[in-house]
């Protein structure tokens, strides 16, 4: 069924809480309805939306909202060792990591609660905990707006990079309607990032048992998680605001020289020096400050938040250039947004 709606209110459907409207918004619940679509004929700009989690709308939108209801999860093969299932663009990502732990299936684990849905999943190449959805994407299907057919693409054909890939260059010209996954039924459990060790009451050298199942991997990932973000549907958020720059190294001494004592995080990356983005925040004394009815997340300054949940795009987009500004102040680095602004 396509459901058609006019000045559709868009609150539920962006996680930073925004109260906008679109002038039309079409959700579809099969590829048919997708594929009857006359793209010609739809109110431009037209943007495809998941769960609104890693966006900012920045006012009503004009044109013509899509949304994807399509939602199935289907075993397509399966050995001892493996299995390929394929899921509707429009299934919350997180419900298929619980299902593939009730299953005992390793690779979605370390990727339980980000919010949003399968189709974005592969968008933005989601990682977390020292996963990348890219590991576990076999075949991405999508309807090719341009040439009005439809095509797949196997994961090496998917440009994947650091939360990127060929899909988010292309201008919306993909939507992306189910992507099969390849999970494994083998043991394999990644801890070596952040503290899900200590999350599961394991030390730091201490071997992982091999009675530890993809279910309590989960948990410990749920519990870290909701520790230090903001719950989505409680406080508006879209997650990191800002991307983690990458400097030259010899700018990353200067940071040094301009904090001594202080210990500057980092991480070496092909092309220079990651920094977080989060701590250069810090640093500036933004964690867990107001502006007006916006705010920077008391438990991770990456994040910015609607604080009252009445906080209009224009707070928003204040703080952020506060932020952009007092960073570039103090350490000459210009922080880029991660959320994409519509
Ligand atoms: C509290 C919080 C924590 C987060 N933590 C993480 C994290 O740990 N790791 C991480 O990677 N991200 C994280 N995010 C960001 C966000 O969850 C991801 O980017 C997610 O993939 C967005 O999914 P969505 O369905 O909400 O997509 P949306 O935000 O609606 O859209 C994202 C992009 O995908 C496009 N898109 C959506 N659906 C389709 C489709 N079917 N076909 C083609 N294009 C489509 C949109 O046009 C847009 O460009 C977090 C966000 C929040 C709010």
């Given at each position: 069924?396509?459901?058609?709606?006019?000045?559709?209110?868009?609150?539920?459907?962006?996680?930073?809480?925004?109260?906008?409207?679109?002038?039309?918004?079409?959700?579809?619940?099969?590829?048919?309805?997708?594929?009857?679509?006359?793209?010609?004929?739809?109110?431009?700009?037209?943007?495809?939306?998941?769960?609104?989690?890693?966006?900012?709308?920045?006012?009503?939108?004009?044109?013509?909202?899509?949304?994807?209801?399509?939602?199935?999860?289907?075993?397509?093969?399966?050995?001892?060792?493996?299995?390929?299932?394929?899921?509707?663009?429009?299934?919350?990502?997180?419900?298929?990591?619980?299902?593939?732990?009730?299953?005992?299936?390793?690779?979605?684990?370390?990727?339980?609660?980000?919010?949003?849905?399968?189709?974005?999943?592969?968008?933005?190449?989601?990682?977390?905990?020292?996963?990348?959805?890219?590991?576990?994407?076999?075949t991405v299907f999508a309807y090719d707006t341009r040439e009005g057919?439809?095509?797949?693409?196997?994961?090496?054909?998917?440009?994947?990079?650091?939360?990127?890939?060929?899909?988010?260059?292309?201008?919306?010209?993909?939507?992306?309607?189910?992507?099969?996954?390849?999970?494994?039924?083998?043991?394999?459990?990644?801890?070596?990032?952040?503290?899900?060790?200590?999350?599961?009451?394991?030390?730091?050298?201490?071997?992982?048992?091999?009675?530890?199942?993809?279910?309590?991997?989960?948990?410990?990932?749920?519990?870290?998680?909701?520790?230090?973000?903001?719950?989505?549907?409680?406080?508006?958020?879209?997650?990191?605001?800002?991307?983690?720059?990458?400097?030259?190294?010899?700018?990353?001494?200067?940071?040094?020289?301009?904090?001594?004592?202080?210990?500057?995080?980092?991480?070496?990356?092909?092309?220079?020096?990651?920094?977080?983005?989060?701590?250069?925040?810090?640093?500036?004394?933004?964690?867990?400050?107001?502006?007006?009815?916006?705010?920077?997340?008391?438990?991770?300054?990456?994040?910015?938040?609607?604080?009252?949940?009445?906080?209009?795009?224009?707070?928003?987009?204040?703080?952020?250039?506060?932020?952009?500004?007092?960073?570039r102040d103090r350490f000459g680095i210009s922080l880029e947004p991660?959320?994409?602004?519509?």
């Open positions: 069924m396509l459901k058609k709606e006019y000045g559709k209110d868009l609150s539920r459907l962006n996680t930073f809480g925004m109260k906008v409207t679109a002038r039309y918004f079409y959700e579809y619940d099969s590829l048919a309805d997708l594929l009857d679509l006359d793209f010609e004929e739809l109110a431009r700009p037209v943007k495809h939306i998941g769960g609104g989690s890693n966006l900012l709308f920045t006012g009503d939108f004009r044109g013509t909202i899509l949304h994807s209801a399509v939602r199935f999860m289907e075993v397509l093969s399966q050995d001892a060792s493996s299995v390929t299932v394929s899921v509707g663009s429009g299934v919350v990502f997180d419900e298929f990591c619980a299902r593939a732990a009730e299953n005992g299936w390793w690779g979605v684990e370390n990727l339980s609660l980000i919010p949003g849905e399968v189709g974005a999943s592969a968008v933005q190449n989601i990682g977390a905990y020292g996963a990348e959805v890219k590991d576990v994407i076999r057919e439809m095509v797949h693409f196997d994961a090496s054909d998917c440009a994947y990079a650091y939360r990127d890939s060929r899909f988010k260059h292309e201008d919306g010209r993909y939507i992306i309607t189910h992507v099969v996954f390849s999970l494994s039924k083998q043991w394999s459990p990644r801890l070596d990032y952040g503290n899900l060790k200590a999350a599961l009451g394991l030390e730091p050298d201490a071997p992982v048992p091999s009675s530890l199942t993809p279910m309590q991997v989960r948990e410990a990932v749920i519990r870290v998680r909701n520790e230090k973000l903001p719950e989505v549907g409680k406080v508006g958020s879209a997650g990191s605001f800002f991307k983690n720059p990458v400097v030259s190294r010899e700018k990353y001494e200067q940071i040094c020289a301009l904090v001594p004592g202080v210990r500057v995080p980092h991480y070496d990356v092909a092309d220079g020096v990651k920094i977080p983005a989060g701590w250069l925040i810090e640093q500036c004394g933004w964690k867990g400050r107001r502006s007006g009815n916006a705010g920077v997340w008391g438990k991770q300054a990456l994040v910015l938040v609607n604080a009252t949940g009445q906080a209009e795009p224009e707070e928003i987009i204040r703080l952020e250039k506060q932020i952009v500004v007092s960073v991660e959320v994409e602004h519509i």
